[in-house]
């Protein structure tokens, strides 16, 4: 019987053995390993995160920051490796283990933890377009969740990410991952377990970004940890969209930032409008592919 692909809500159904489905990925493929010390301050610490780039995505947005990876760039692995990079990762003090765009890969991420359970903190960095299959599957291993909530509007969605249903994707995938991870444990200002929903706010699209705000605020306990990014820059195939050329304006983060403090969303993490630059994009060239 084939391996039929229901990794992600896709549903490709596709033997990636044989043929590759949306994510455009077969077997494990990896682009970097390495410490990273510009997520989150409750991630990243004074150490960094053991950060693992998974090559594929199943959302290819057209302004992905990271699109040499999510386009195919990479290096094959097998679930040993991984785990010897778990192990490399811990030896090198990371705070936890951040796994990447993960989801097509969930499998040979449970294989890699049944050879190596890493003694830190697992993170499911996600672009929120997840199965609810997939994330029972993970409820014993990952310890922290952080979902990308790109989008209120199906319509920016489609446009920017060909995902008609993401809102209501996402949003089942959020409360699920809650439901998965009640309680936030912070320990000497590291996260050990949890939730952070992020959302990178788009030049144009203040409405959206109020939107996904005003889902969080009404659904989600207001003390949920939010990552409001502002490190927008036009890259990949951003120019082919004129209204999403370009840097975002300082206005338009200072209405995204003031609209959290009004919903009363408090543990909202803002960044200096200075991120938004190619400079803090990690290096994918082949001398810093792995470690």
Same mark, same amino acid.
């Given at each position: 019987?084939?391996?039929?692909?229901?990794?992600?809500?896709?549903?490709?159904?596709?033997?990636?053995?044989?043929?590759?489905?949306?994510?455009?990925?077969?077997?494990?493929?990896?682009?970097?390993?390495?410490?990273?010390?510009?997520?989150?301050?409750?991630?990243?610490?004074?150490?960094?995160?053991?950060?693992?780039?998974?090559?594929?995505?199943?959302?290819?947005?057209?302004?992905?920051?990271?699109?040499?990876?999510?386009?195919?760039?990479?290096?094959?692995?097998?679930?040993?490796?991984?785990?010897?990079?778990?192990?490399?990762?811990?030896?090198?003090?990371?705070?936890?283990?951040?796994?990447?765009?993960?989801?097509?890969?969930?499998?040979?991420?449970?294989?890699?933890?049944?050879?190596?359970?890493?003694?830190?903190?697992?993170?499911?960095?996600?672009?929120?377009?997840?199965?609810?299959?997939?994330?029972?599957?993970?409820?014993?291993?990952?310890? !922290?969740?952080?979902?990308?909530?790109?989008?209120?509007?199906?319509?920016?969605?489609?446009?920017?990410?060909?995902?008609?249903?993401?809102?209501?994707?996402?949003?089942?995938?959020?409360?699920?991952?809650?439901?998965?991870?009640?309680?936030? !444990?912070?320990?000497?200002?590291?996260?050990?377990?949890?939730?952070?929903?992020?959302?990178?706010?788009?030049?144009?699209?203040?409405?959206?970004?109020?939107?996904?705000?005003?889902? !969080?605020?009404?659904?989600?306990?207001?003390?949920?940890?939010?990552?409001?990014?502002?490190?927008?820059?036009?890259?990949?195939?951003?120019?082919?969209?004129?209204? !999403?050329?370009?840097?975002?304006?300082?206005?338009?983060?200072?209405?995204?930032?003031?609209?959290?403090?009004?919903?009363?969303?408090?543990?909202?993490?803002?960044?200096?409008?200075?991120?938004?630059?190619?400079?803090?994009?990690?290096?994918?060239?082949?001398?810093?592919?792995?470690?």
């Amino acid at each position: 019987m084939e391996n039929l692909c229901l990794l992600c809500p896709r549903k490709c159904s596709v033997d990636r053995s044989k043929t590759r489905g949306y994510c455009n990925q077969g077997s494990l493929k990896i682009a970097r390993a390495a410490l990273h010390k510009w997520e989150e301050p409750i991630i990243s610490g004074s150490k960094g995160s053991g950060t693992i780039f998974f090559s594929g995505c199943n959302l290819k947005c057209a302004y992905c920051q990271n699109f040499e990876v999510s386009r195919g760039k990479g290096k094959d692995m097998t679930s040993s490796s991984l785990a010897d990079l778990f192990k490399k990762l811990e030896d090198l003090q990371a705070h936890n283990i951040n796994l990447v765009t993960p989801t097509h890969f969930a499998d040979d991420i449970i294989k890699a933890c049944e050879i190596y359970k890493p003694k830190i903190p697992i993170v499911y960095n996600c672009g929120g377009y997840e199965s609810l299959g997939t994330l029972e599957k993970l409820k014993d291993l990952v310890d !922290i969740f952080i979902p990308d909530f790109k989008y209120s509007d199906n319509a920016l969605a489609t446009k920017y990410s060909n995902c008609k249903d993401y809102f209501q994707v996402c949003t089942n995938a959020l409360i699920k991952m809650r439901q998965l991870r009640p309680i936030d !444990i912070i320990e000497n200002g590291i996260m050990k377990k949890g939730l952070i929903i992020r959302h990178l706010v788009l030049p144009n699209a203040t409405e959206n970004t109020k939107g996904v705000l005003d889902w !969080i605020a009404n659904n989600m306990p207001k003390d949920t940890y939010i990552s409001l990014m502002g490190q927008y820059v036009p890259v990949c195939d951003a120019y082919k969209f004129p209204e !999403i050329n370009r840097k975002l304006k300082p206005l338009e983060y200072k209405i995204a930032t003031q609209y959290a403090l009004k919903l009363g969303l408090d543990n909202t993490f803002v960044q200096s409008l200075d991120s938004a630059t190619e400079d803090f994009i990690p290096d994918f060239d082949e001398t810093s592919l792995i470690l």
